[in-house]
């Protein structure tokens, strides 16, 4: 019987990946550089695929000021960006038929906790889970097994919404269901580990979700 959820949050909650591309890009285009997307949407989700952003830059550019000038776009970007189609349906269903819900994040807590708050959704989760908090960030288990541990349920009893091939490694390590909903940085990554893969989490009700998942 599945009694908790357990969701990603970047790329699935919100989209700060294709903000993150977006906010890249208008850094490079004030300077007149070529932003290569197609390989930073890559490299997205991938812990083992490394990609200089900054690579059209010359050698002698200031990449910290670069970087500065990238962050605070971000942050107004991020800013106005709101849940990803679904979301806070599937939370209204999941706290109306009595789950349980957390976050596992390989983001900061602060990251997570700030947007959710600004969204009005932090009161649905029971528990954050979020980098540093666990030995080790996803792909290993650790911050699915922290979580669960959270919620008091055993690992067979959550399902684990991802939107990376990292993330669903992660959840399957530890044992949990898995629902891949990629988005448009991650379509192409394998989801060979998901037990269900969607186009958006409106694509269908949790009741459904769930009876084709046990």
């Known amino acids: 019987m599945i009694r908790a959820l357990i969701l990603d949050f970047d790329g699935l909650i ?59 776009r971000n942050l107004l970007i991020n800013a106005t960006l709101e849940p990803l189609p679904g979301v806070t349906t599937l939370l209204s269903d999941a706290v109306a038929g009595g789950l349980v819900l957390a976050v596992a994040s390989n983001s900061s807590r602060g990251h997570v906790d700030g947007h959710l708050r600004r969204l009005g959704l932090r009161d649905h989760f029971r528990a954050l889970s979020c980098r540093g908090e666990a030995p080790s960030p996803k792909p290993e288990p650790d911050l ?18 991802e939107d990376s091939q990292t993330g669903a490694l992660a959840a399957h390590r530890a044992g949990l269901k898995v629902v891949a909903v990629p988005g448009p940085c991650t379509a192409h990554h394998d989801f060979k580990l998901a037990t269900l893969r969607l186009g958006s989490l409106a694509e269908t009700r949790l009741a459904e979700m769930l009876a084709r998942l046990e």
């Open 144 to 161: 699915y097994r922290l979580a669960v541990n959270h919620l008091g349920v055993r690992p067979s009893e959550a399902v684990a919404f």
């Open 14 to 72: 919100i989209d700060t990946e294709t903000a993150l591309i977006q906010a890249y890009a208008e850094v490079h285009d004030e300077h007149g550089r070529p932003f290569d997307a197609a390989a930073y949407r890559h490299a997205v989700g991938h812990v083992d695929y490394a990609f200089d952003p900054w690579f059209s830059f010359p050698a002698e550019a200031d990449r910290d000021a670069l970087e500065a000038e990238r962050r605070r």
